[in-house]
C-alpha cells in the first residue's frame, strides 16, 4: 500500500548578522589604498556558494584593472563618488549604483571624489576573500591608514591561483 507523504516543515537556513566593523579585515596595497572587511564567505558561514564584503578606496585610489576567470561580481556603492571601467566603456558611480560584472569582463574602480568610496563586493563562485588575504595586510579597528605599501613580489602566481585574468591593459 503507497502513503502519501507530505512534508509540512520546510529546511530553514542559516541567518547571520555581522556589526559594521565585524570580519577579517585586510589593509590594501597600492592601488587600491584603503581596506577590505571580508564579511560572508564559506569559512564563517555555512554558505559555499558566495563570498561577501566591503571595500574602502581612499581618494584617488584604484582597484586594479582585471577579470575573473569563472567568478560573477556584483558591487554595490554606498558611499562616495567614483569610476568604473567595464571593457574599456566608463561608468559614473555614486551612492545606491549597482554594478553586475560578469566572468571574463576587465574591469577597473577608480575613487574621483574627495571622500572615501564605500562598496559592497558579492562574487560568485567565492574566493575574492582568499585574494584579499593573500595580498594584504592584517587591519584592526581604529587603526590609522598606514603607509602605503606595495603588492607581494609573487603577486602573479597569487592571480593565477584566484584564477584572475591578466589585464589586457593597465
Known amino acids: 500500500m503507497l502513503r502519501e507523504i507530505v512534508v509540512t516543515d520546510h529546511a530553514k537556513g542559516t541567518a547571520m548578522v555581522l556589526a559594521p566593523e565585524e570580519g577579517e579585515s585586510f589593509w590594501q596595497p597600492l592601488p587600491s589604498t584603503g581596506y577590505v572587511i571580508n564579511k560572508f564567505n564559506p569559512y564563517n558561514s555555512p554558505y559555499d556558494t558566495f563570498s561577501t564584503g566591503l571595500q574602502v578606496l581612499e581618494p584617488g585610489a584604484h582597484v586594479r584593472r582585471h577579470a575573473h576567470e569563472r567568478s560573477h561580481e556584483v558591487l554595490?556603492?554606498?558611499?562616495?563618488?567614483?569610476?568604473?571601467?567595464?571593457?574599456?566603456?566608463?561608468?559614473?558611480?555614486?551612492?545606491?549604483?549597482?554594478?553586475?560584472?560578469?566572468?571574463?569582463?576587465?574591469?577597473?574602480?577608480?575613487?574621483?571624489?574627495?571622500?572615501?568610496?564605500?562598496?559592497l563586493?558579492?562574487?560568485?563562485?567565492?574566493?575574492?576573500?582568499?585574494?584579499?588575504?593573500?595580498?594584504?595586510?592584517?587591519?584592526?579597528?581604529?587603526?590609522?591608514?598606514?603607509a602605503p605599501f606595495d603588492r607581494p613580489v609573487h603577486v602573479e602566481t597569487i592571480q593565477a591561483q584566484q584564477r584572475f585574468i591578466r589585464p589586457d591593459k593597465d
Open 76 to 119: 554595490f556603492c554606498y558611499r562616495g563618488t567614483g569610476e568604473a571601467d567595464i571593457e574599456g566603456k566608463l561608468y559614473d558611480i555614486r551612492p545606491e549604483t549597482m554594478i553586475l560584472i560578469g566572468r571574463g569582463l576587465q574591469h577597473k574602480v577608480t575613487n574621483t571624489g574627495t571622500e572615501q568610496l564605500r562598496l
Open 121 to 146: 563586493w558579492l562574487i560568485t563562485p567565492p574566493g575574492l576573500e582568499d585574494w584579499f588575504r593573500a595580498i594584504g595586510r592584517p587591519r584592526r579597528t581604529g587603526e590609522p591608514l598606514p
